[in-house]
């Protein structure tokens, strides 16, 4: 069971907006960054998002976060075939002294 | 731009130790947090635990007991050890490199596989 919540899975078809949710607690999301990790199976993470809503240079701005007390959510639009991957959420949890990962969210572009 | 290159034994019986090693070449190794993550087959990111240019050391509590993070042996480098490994154990593992608080930087991953 991860400390952080994810849907399984989510999915969307090209130029289509899609949100995935990470829920946590107060002692993780409520009273720290969350951050964002894409994954393509196979291959090392990348970061997309950080510190809630930060983009790294080179992501584009089809990729957003936002928070709202302890739960967070990544926003992908005009989606693309490129953008199917595995989704983590994480952040610092203050009760283990330690980060913390959602489940993660496998999104498929239909 | 830090490039990360990890190395280590991928096959391991029960009961063993495992260890890997993480080179951080092209960039500073202070101001850091030098990590490492694990994924095991099908599963997702789980945090083993970090540690600073200053050996100040951060472990998952799930692992704690078992897990040791070091400097070296060799200059910018880093280590993990992870006792009495079983099969559970059996995982990607990843060294990475946190700055403000994001992992920005991923070794290509290790494979280790526990099997008597």
């Known amino acids: 069971q991860s400390v952080l919540t994810q849907p399984p899975s989510a999915s969307g078809t090209p130029g289509q907006r899609v949100t995935i949710s990470c829920s946590g607690s107060?002692?993780?999301?409520?009273?720290?960054?969350v951050y964002w990790y894409q994954q393509v199976p196979g291959t090392a993470p990348k970061l997309p998002i950080y510190?809630?809503?930060q983009r790294p240079s080179g992501v584009p701005d089809r990729f957003s976060g936002s928070k709202s007390g302890t739960s967070a959510s990544l926003a992908i639009s005009g989606l693309r075939s490129e953008d199917e991957a595995d989704y983590y959420c994480?952040?610092?949890?203050?009760?283990?002294?330690?980060?913390?990962f959602g489940g993660g969210t496998k999104l498929t572009v239909l | 731009q830090v490039q990360l290159q990890q190395w280590g034994a991928g096959l391991l019986k029960p009961s063993e130790t495992l260890a890997l090693t993480c080179g951080v070449y092209?960039?500073?190794?202070?101001?850091?947090?030098w990590s490492w993550i694990r994924q095991s087959p099908g599963k997702g990111l789980e945090w083993i635990g970090e540690?600073?240019?200053?050996?100040?050391?951060n472990y998952n509590p799930s692992l704690k007991s078992r897990v040791t993070i070091s400097i070296g042996p060799s200059k910018n480098q880093f280590s993990l050890k992870l006792s009495s490994v079983t099969a559970a154990d059996t995982a990607v593992y990843y060294c990475?490199?946190?700055?403000?608080?994001?992992?920005?930087?991923w070794g290509k991953g290790t494979t280790v596989t526990v099997s008597s």
């Open positions: 990475a490199k946190r700055g403000g608080g994001e992992v920005d930087v």
């Open positions: 092209g960039g500073s190794f202070r101001g850091y947090w």
């Open positions: 540690i600073n240019h200053s050996g100040n050391t």
């Open positions: 107060s002692s993780n999301i409520g009273s720290n960054f």
């Open positions: 510190r809630n809503n």
């Open positions: 994480a952040a610092w949890d203050d009760s283990l002294s330690g980060w913390v």
